[in-house]
């Protein structure tokens, strides 16, 4: 059987209301060529190479052959010889899945050792966003031309959570050639102790000294007996291994790692080892919201023998502690690329008008705070109002022209992308659809084609597509399309039913699930608003929703129902604090109520110090969603710090707590 090609396709449909048409009748009655796809999909699950290249002729001509291609080739890549993958990328030249390929193959080709051809490669890869190849790549530069790439290799290396071969042997080869130092192999065995990955903690130390790397597995498993075997730590390394042994007991006990450098190690390691074990201590120490937390950060001694890493918890720490001289001296011994991130800048900002009137002082805040102010994000928002500034919803910017909306939907990437998602292959969809709006060329889509092509996906409902694209623009800002609202007489009819502000419900839908209803996470919570199936039998039993079944929490408006029943249950058991409030949803009551306790602190600081990194990003996205969704709803100026007020202890005057809430 043999379907239309997507060009003559999309060329025979100029207009977007024929083309939703189209789309949504294909959805609606599939043909035989999507029953092909979805077979092969299964096939290449299962890593069926003969079913794949059985079912590949009959998608000749279809939509998304491309794809059924790359998964036949994919499966043989191992075995197919350089000719025929060549073929493929050409067949395929300027699509994703030539970049996809070339991508895959690079990294065979890397672990190969085949210099040559991965050479010869490298330059036609597009994509650029796979760490790996670019190790590879690094590799190759260094041996072939001496380039200096040793430090964009160990940042790489650094940010790698497991072991991978490219950056494994491109940090290798540079020890080799003494462009990688001792210090940088356990500084990275250090990161690695302290993330409780002691596989990546191994494998750097067993560069640097490889007769003792197998130490690590021994220090990992009970480092207070290694402790106790190592009474004094000579050598270097064996002084290194003290400092991983020290950190792998500040995971679990800050204190006992503190008393253990004080008494016993302290004498022996060198100041760079000391000032990171104490930073590690305090780290600890924060992240489990002890008040001494600042004092263990105050025996640093060197701020710039610190990583970025340490350097922002023990911002954290000041802040809690109100040491506002701590938060100027970290932040001025991040790297520049730290110190412009919105938070640090905004932080740098508040610690110079705090630490007196001088006219510099002032000065250089005041700068701070006008580069980062705008409504995009939490600090951004915070830095609006520090300026005396309101968040209010900026100017669209002029419409689309009818040419640019024809250029989205006649763009193949696109249509191939929406194709795959009403397919149901949304992780397939996806990753075609930002390659081509952001990924194939230097710097990504120009602001009014991302404009046209979020348009595209609004027009679909295609929701998380519409946010994600509007998001990327860099100089115009369209808040109608960053901040949709659809099934509004739902949303806005339940959360008035409650007494609850819709634009939270709004805020916390956007981050929760970006309206994709059939949206599921990885631990099994569903629809809109993500709800647990046992938080959302709870919650039917406590509003008397009756015959509730778990098969209903994917219909939009029962997940609307229980999701905005259970927010205001958490809200009103954390006394109105949205900032609470959100953390609970996303983490549990029971972790923002152990979080409040200890002093009473600005939301915006305790947001920012709570232990979990997932949640205290949940925390800010959603408060910064749900002051941009107020200003859209009713056109009136708003406050981000007026919802994020005060978090402290519980009040004794207050009720007493759900302890039934989930």
């Known amino acids: 059987m043999k379907f239309t090609p997507i060009l003559t396709l999309v060329c025979a449909l100029t207009m977007t209301g024929l083309w939703n048409a189209h789309a949504h009748a294909q959805a609606q009655t599939p043909n035989r060529g999507d029953d092909v796809i979805l077979e092969m999909h299964q096939a290449f699950r299962k890593g069926d190479k003969n079913r794949l290249s059985a079912l590949l002729p009959q998608t000749r001509g279809h939509v998304l052959e491309p794809l059924a291609a790359y998964w036949e080739m994919r499966t043989r890549l191992d075995t197919a010889p350089d000719a025929e993958i060549r073929g493929f990328l050409n067949a395929y030249a300027g699509s994703y899945y030539e970049d996809r390929l070339r991508n895959d193959w690079l990294l065979q080709l890397g672990k190969r050792r085949q210099w040559a051809t991965f050479t010869a490669e490298y330059p036609r890869f597009r994509m650029r966003d796979d760490r790996e190849v670019r190790c590879y790549a690094l590799a190759t530069e260094a041996m072939n031309s001496k380039a200096d790439v040793a430090e964009e290799a160990k940042r790489l290396w650094y940010s790698l959570r497991e072991v991978d071969d490219g950056c494994t042997y491109v940090i290798d080869h540079l020890h080799s050639g003494k462009q990688i130092h001792g210090l940088d192999l356990w500084r990275k065995a250090r990161i690695a102790m302290d993330a409780n990955r002691p596989r990546a903690a191994q494998a750097a130390v067993d560069i640097e000294a490889p007769r003792l790397s197998e130490q690590v597995a021994l220090i990992h498993a009970d480092p207070v007996k290694y402790l106790d075997k190592r009474i004094v730590a000579v050598t270097k390394s064996r002084k290194e291994l003290a400092v991983l042994a020290l950190i792998r007991i500040a995971a679990k006990n800050p204190d006992e790692a503190a008393d253990l450098l004080s008494r016993r190690w302290a004498i022996q390691l060198s100041a760079e080892e000391r000032n990171w074990t104490w930073a590690v201590i305090g780290k600890q ?19 710039s023998d610190l990583n970025d890493d340490l350097l922002i918890w023990k911002v954290r720490a000041a802040l809690r502690q109100g040491q506002w001289q701590q938060v100027l001296s970290a932040t001025g011994a991040m790297s520049a690329a730290t110190r412009q991130d919105p938070a640090w800048s905004y932080w740098r900002a508040r610690a110079l008008l705090a630490m007196g009137p001088h006219d510099a002082q002032r000065h250089e805040a005041q700068s701070l705070l006008t580069q980062i102010a705008s409504v995009r994000g939490f600090y951004e928002q915070l830095a609006l109002e520090e300026l005396g500034q309101a968040i209010t919803v900026p100017e669209r910017p002029a419409p689309l022209t009818p040419q640019e909306k024809t250029a989205a939907l006649q763009h193949p990437g696109l249509q191939r992308a929406l194709y795959a998602i009403a397919l149901g292959l949304r992780p397939e969809g996806n990753r075609e659809w930002n390659y081509s709006t952001n990924l194939h060329t230097p710097g990504g889509m120009p602001d009014r084609e991302l404009l046209a092509a979020a348009d595209l996906a609004c027009q679909r409902q295609v929701w998380d597509r519409c946010i994600n694209t509007s998001e990327r623009t860099k100089e115009v800002l369209d808040h109608e399309q960053r901040f949709p609202m659809p099934l509004r007489e739902i949303v806005v009819r339940r959360a008035h039913d409650i007494r609850l502000d819709p634009a939270y419900v709004y805020g916390l839908i956007r981050q929760e699930s970006r309206f994709v209803t059939d949206a599921r996470s990885h631990v099994g919570a569903s629809g809109l608003m993500q709800v647990m199936p046992a938080t959302a039998k709870w919650t039917a039993q406590k509003i008397g929703l009756s015959g509730f079944t778990p098969q209903q929490i994917n219909d939009r408006e029962v997940n609307v129902t229980i999701g905005t029943a ?89 009720a007493e707590v759900n302890k039934d809430l989930p």
């Open 285 to 303: 120490a924060t992240q489990k919201l002890q008040d001494n937390a600042s004092t263990y950060f105050s025996k640093v001694q060197k701020d």
């Open 566 to 654: 259970y927010l205001k249950l958490v809200l009103d058991d954390f006394e109105g604090s949205m900032p609470m409030a959100t953390a609970a949803y996303n983490a549990g009551p029971s972790r923002p109520r152990s979080w409040r306790n200890g002093p009473v602190l600005e939301a915006a600081i305790w947001a920012e110090t709570i232990p979990f990194q997932e949640t205290r990003d949940y925390v800010k996205k959603v408060l910064a969603n749900t002051t941009n969704y107020a200003a859209l709803m009713t056109r009136q100026p708003q406050s981000i710090k007026a919802r994020l007020g005060t978090v402290g202890p519980r009040q004794s005057t207050i």
